[in-house]
């Protein structure tokens, strides 16, 4: 990579309605105490599910973490080679078993042959390489014809267990994007070159229990009892987000070794995934589709910066009510007021669009729509250096 440029900031604002985005071993709404004010917050781990969901759908590709690998090939076996069930499942539990990671069979309480090897870590590899693993299978066969039944976890695979590491260490640009941790397999990690923060509220919130019940039909139609068939509550709360998140280009230009154009497309469908992402927890019972309010890129050449702390004092709503209005004026801001202590020099490029049809000075230039935003802040951030004149 030839550009001078290092990081994408991305920050977003955005109002959710009455939702449970991401909910904790309770089902309850997940809170941070910040500024001594409790906050509705969605962790990290969930949007970025929900980031590199949409993130392979509009980039057509897809990678698959699962401890179930074995199992996944022995599926494509059967439905699209047409191997025998005995036969797959053996070539599955093989598979499974033939790397440097640990695994362990887990019985169903069928027959031997049900039974399921299951790696002991989470193996993390493109989606094709569930068909690469499958042509190994097909090409031993003849030693899986012959072979015994995996039954525990002592015993040892006909597989060769260099080539099917081999398919364990391959990666797509969801895997050099996001990152991969591996340390079962030689050189199968991979240092993420994303760094998402956890969504949280840019003003106080309260959670909302909702009481709901169901109608029993059948007792509705006779009208021989009284009372609901069923009865219930569940935590919900809305809040005006702040999210943030950084894409390292030194980082993701290391891990996929390709041209400006192919960190241009990684980094424009990450952008892109980001802005437009939601987790879809309780989607059926809420339907909190929204879009951001304010989408903020900056290109910068120095270090990452966050403007959580804009927050650390939270915003009160406007006198008209709402919250989305206040949280723009104390997001630009702090941008102005952070950018005038450390100055500007470092910043290749800013920009933002908005839902607001007032200038917010101290965000950059502004743009109409999301996708010229984000084509703005990638010709800045792969355009090569200017040399110093003499």
Not at 352 to 372: C, I, M, N, P, V
Request: aromatic share 6%; proline share 3%.
């Amino acid at each position: 990579m030839s550009t001078a440029a290092r990081f994408i900031d991305v920050h977003v604002l955005q109002s959710v309605p009455l939702a449970n985005l991401n909910r904790d071993d309770t089902n309850s709404v997940k809170t941070v105490q910040y500024g001594n004010t409790m906050r509705t917050r969605v962790s990290s781990q969930s949007w970025k599910r929900a980031l590199r969901g949409s993130f392979e759908e509009g980039m057509g590709e897809a990678a698959l973490r699962t401890r179930r690998i074995g199992e996944r090939v022995a599926r494509l076996l059967v439905e699209e080679r047409e191997w025998p069930r005995e036969l797959a499942e053996r070539a599955g539990a093989h598979l499974a078993a033939a790397s440097s990671i640990k695994f362990e069979v887990a019985k169903d309480g069928k027959e031997t042959l049900d039974n399921k090897v299951l790696t002991n870590a989470m193996v993390y590899v493109p989606e094709s390489a569930v068909v690469e693993l499958a042509d190994l299978a097909q090409e031993h066969r003849a030693a899986l014809e012959a072979a015994k039944d995996i039954k525990k976890s002592s015993d040892k695979s006909v597989l060769p267990k260099e080539r099917v590491e081999a398919v364990l260490r391959s990666r797509n640009g969801v895997i050099n994007l996001f990152g991969r941790m591996l340390a079962e397999v030689d050189d199968a990690g991979v240092d993420g070159a994303v760094q998402v923060a956890h969504a949280l509220t840019t003003h106080a919130t309260d959670v909302e229990l909702d009481y709901f019940s169901a109608v029993d039909d059948v007792t509705a139609l006779w009208k021989d009892s009284t009372g609901s068939g069923h009865m219930g509550h569940a935590e919900l709360s809305a809040g005006t987000f702040y999210r943030y998140a950084t894409l390292d280009l030194r980082d993701l230009a290391r891990n996929t070794q390709g041209s400006d154009a192919t960190l241009r497309e990684l980094s424009h469908g990450f952008l892109r995934a980001f802005v437009l992402s939601l987790p879809q927890a309780k989607k059926n019972s809420t339907a909190a589709h929204t879009i951001p309010d304010l989408v903020h890129l900056s290109v910068r050449t120095d270090r990452p910066l966050s403007y959580a702390a804009a927050f650390e004092s939270p915003v009160v709503a406007a006198r008209e009510g709402g919250f989305a209005g206040p949280s723009r004026e104390t997001l630009a801001g702090y941008a102005r007021a952070a950018n005038t202590m450390l100055g500007t020099a470092s910043i290749l490029n800013a920009g933002w669009t908005s839902l607001e049809t007032k200038d917010l000075a101290g965000l950059g230039t502004r743009h109409d729509a999301f996708d010229d935003l984000i084509a703005a802040a990638l010709d800045a951030a792969l355009a090569a250096p200017q040399e110093p004149s003499a």
